[in-house]
C-alpha cells in the first residue's frame, strides 16, 4: 500500500476546497441552477415614462403553485416623500406569466427603492429588479 504524504494530502485538501467552492458558487442564489429549481420566476418591472415611473412585479410559474407577495415602494424626491405597500395571494399554472402588484408615481426611477418578495410554501424569493 502506497504511503501519503504530506504533499498528497495537502494536494487532496486543496482538490476538495476547490470543488466545494465552485459547487457552492454554482447553486447560489440567481444562478441560472438554483433558479430552475426555483417554483417561480420572478422580476420587479421598473420603467421611466414621460410621466413618471411604473412599477409592475411579474412572476413566471414553473409548476402549479399558490403563494403570497409583498411589494414594497419608497420615493423620496423634490415634491415630497412616500411609501406604499401592496400585497396579496396568488394561484398560477405551470408557464403562467401574472402580475403581482402594479404602481404608477410621478418622479424619477433614480428616486425609488422598490422590493418584491413572493412566498411559495416555506420558499421565499426576492425577485431582482429589471
Do not use: K, N, W
Amino acid at each position: 500500500m502506497p504511503a501519503i504524504t504530506p504533499a498528497h494530502a495537502a494536494l487532496a485538501a486543496l482538490t476538495l476546497a476547490a470543488c466545494g467552492a465552485a459547487g457552492a458558487a454554482t447553486l447560489a442564489r440567481g444562478s441560472p441552477l438554483a433558479r430552475a429549481a426555483d417554483p417561480a420566476l420572478c422580476t420587479l418591472a421598473i420603467r421611466e415614462t414621460g410621466a413618471g415611473v411604473e412599477i409592475e412585479g411579474r412572476l413566471t410559474a414553473t409548476t402549479r403553485l399558490s403563494g403570497s407577495y409583498d411589494l414594497r415602494i419608497a420615493r423620496a424626491g423634490a415634491s415630497g416623500s412616500a411609501q406604499m405597500t401592496q400585497g396579496g395571494t396568488f394561484t398560477a399554472e405551470p408557464g403562467q406569466e401574472i402580475a403581482l402588484g402594479s404602481v404608477g408615481l410621478s418622479g424619477r426611477a433614480r428616486d425609488l427603492d422598490a422590493a418584491l418578495t413572493v412566498e411559495i410554501g416555506v420558499r421565499r424569493l426576492t425577485c431582482p429588479a429589471t
